[in-house]
């Protein structure tokens, strides 16, 4: 029987599920985790054949001892994984450490954390890459922008999604900029891209083929979700584009990607760009290596009448999956800020739309920042329709 290692079982809260499907599949699944035992959800007390509490999983040394626990209770680790960006890092570590060799070993993490790190792979790909300088200082920056203009992105070199990311418009704001930013860390700048978001979602098995995939669009960019505190909107298509396909496989075969759930963001071009290419081009913004956040997997599900939970749990399992994908839909995330009035009501919101709700329900604290404090998740069979719904849902009084 194989052990498969899970840290952070319990976040976000519908990882459970991973780990239900991994116990049906045969798999010793063993948590790692900082949350107390008989606070877990029972969902997934029933999904793990043994959890060990650490006081923090940013101490390694207590995570470490965790680890040889498990190895001496139960033998060989043959997966470990979080599915979780915040932990790639250090799943890393503990591959390399005890000799776990399914999966990204510490070598690994600077091209696949490191968004300077990302571009030779996208080159190698074929895939325009923004122009870019990794931050030294004032003079350099300036030099940079009098070759690409005004304005320009600057975000942490090896940072998770949009935090500490800040679009500078003029020279006040770098020299802002330069006064706050982090000490120590390596800051990235980028050529500013005029583009929405859109994503390659999908799950490869240990050859590099794809057995599942998807993908999302976001029209309003994560950094000014966050940096502004705006509400969240952003979909499941219901059909994946062939060139967004494309770019994703591509990627995937620069990375070597195996035996993973990826989340790989592109920007889609809203107007021509001398740099990148023409309006409607795919173009690199960064790899994840783990499945796209907060409830985004339940969406995936809503939207292709599937189970990407038990999809990923038969890769871990038996390197395919038989599951099928049924009708397909748009599948449409709406995130309200608490403190705004809107113009139709919780109760009322739910009501007119009761036929295609799927979720409803508070954001975890730890993900408000991006995706707002109260979500909707609804299911459409045209672009219309989901339209209109967002009208609904985000429009203030």
């Known amino acids: 029987m194989k052990n498969f290692v899970f840290i952070s079982p319990n976040f976000p809260t519908n990882y459970w599920k991973f780990c239900r499907h991994l116990k049906d599949n045969g798999l010793n699944v063993l948590g790692i985790g900082d949350q107390p035992y008989n606070e877990l959800l029972p969902e997934l007390k029933a999904s793990l054949n043994e959890y060990y509490k650490v006081g923090s999983l940013e101490n390694y040394d207590e995570v470490y001892r965790a680890m040889g626990f498990l190895i001496h209770k139960y033998g060989r680790i043959d997966w470990l994984e979080s599915n979780n960006e915040y932990w790639l890092e250090r799943d890393a570590a503990l591959r390399t450490d005890f000799n776990i060799t399914s999966g990204f070993q510490n070598a690994d993490i600077p091209s696949i954390r490191f968004k300077s790190g990302m571009k030779e792979y996208y080159r190698r790909a074929g895939i325009p890459t923004a122009p870019y300088h990794l931050v030294d200082n004032k003079q350099g920056c300036l ?37 706050h930013k982090t000490p ?64 994703g496989r591509a990627t995937a075969k620069s990375f070597g990607v195996k035996s993973r759930f990826i989340h790989f963001e592109f920007f889609r071009l809203t107007q021509d760009q001398p740099s990148m290419g023409k309006k409607g081009d795919v173009v690199a913004l960064e790899v994840n290596m783990r499945p796209c956040g907060g409830f985004s997997p339940d969406m995936m599900n809503f939207a292709n009448s599937t189970d990407v939970y ?78 209109k719904f967002y009208a609904d849902a985000l429009a203030l009084k």
């Open 184 to 247: 120590g860390v390596p800051y990235i700048m980028e050529e500013f891209i005029h583009a929405e978001i859109n994503s390659y979602d999908a799950i490869y098995n240990s050859q590099g083929e794809p057995i599942f995939e998807t993908g999302n669009i976001t029209p309003i960019s994560l950094m000014d979700v966050v940096n502004n505190a705006e509400n969240v909107m952003y979909y499941i298509l219901k059909d994946l584009p062939d060139d967004t396909r494309a770019a």
């Open 143 to 179: 030099d940079f922008i009098a070759q690409v203009g005004w304005p320009v992105v600057v975000k942490p070199d090896n940072g998770v999604g949009a935090s500490d990311t800040r679009k500078l418009a003029s020279e006040a704001d770098l020299d802002d900029f330069m006064a």
């Open 310 to 387: 038990k999809i990923w749990a038969d890769m871990i399992a038996f390197d395919q999956s038989t599951l099928p994908v049924g009708e397909h839909f748009y599948c449409a995330f709406a995130g309200r800020r608490d403190g705004r009035t809107f113009r139709l009501s919780h109760d009322e919101l739910i009501k007119k739309y009761a036929a295609n709700m799927k979720m409803t329900g508070r954001i975890p604290a730890a993900l408000a920042d991006a995706m707002a404090d109260q979500m909707y998740i609804a299911n459409f069979s045209t672009k219309e329709e989901m339209e």
